[in-house]
Nanobody
Framework: QVQLVESGGGLVQTGGSLRLSCAVS???????MGWFRQTPGKEREFVAA????????WYTDSVKGRFTISRDNVKNTVFLQMNNLKSEDTAVYYC????????????????WGQGTQVTVSS
């Protein structure tokens, strides 16, 4: 079983930056790692994902050019660098792991962290 622990969330002003980290333990680092986010009353939303080698990355349109996902397979950690943050980026951000495939459908991801709050103030 894999355990995921997110960190790096916080309060930032519009236009600022944050770097989220997700430490993975308990099992070999998963092939696909992703970040999702959720606000109260809404479904969990795909943000970004990365393949094992890092050669393939995927982003939702609203964060393209602002967010960058990366991973360190030696340290079993995945990162989400978030720049030029906007108020609509405010959410709880979740790290997720999947062995077999990439998908933007959160229901098909197998393992989840507990989430970290990101709040962007104007």
């Amino acid at each position: 079983q894999v355990q995921l622990v997110e960190s790096g969330g916080g309060l930032v002003q519009t236009g600022g930056s944050l770097r989220l980290s997700c430490a993975v333990s308990g099992r070999t680092f998963s092939n696909y790692m992703g970040w999702f986010r959720q606000t109260p009353g809404k479904e969990r939303e795909f943000v970004a994902a990365i393949s094992w080698s890092g050669s393939s990355t995927w982003y939702t349109d609203s964060v393209k050019g602002r967010f960058t996902i990366s991973r360190d397979n030696v340290k079993n950690t995945v990162f989400l660098q978030m720049n030029n943050l906007k108020s609509e980026d405010t959410a709880v951000y979740y790290c997720a792991a999947n062995w077999y495939t990439y998908t933007s459908d959160y229901r098909r991801w197998g393992s989840w962290g507990q989430g970290t709050q990101v709040t962007v103030s104007s």
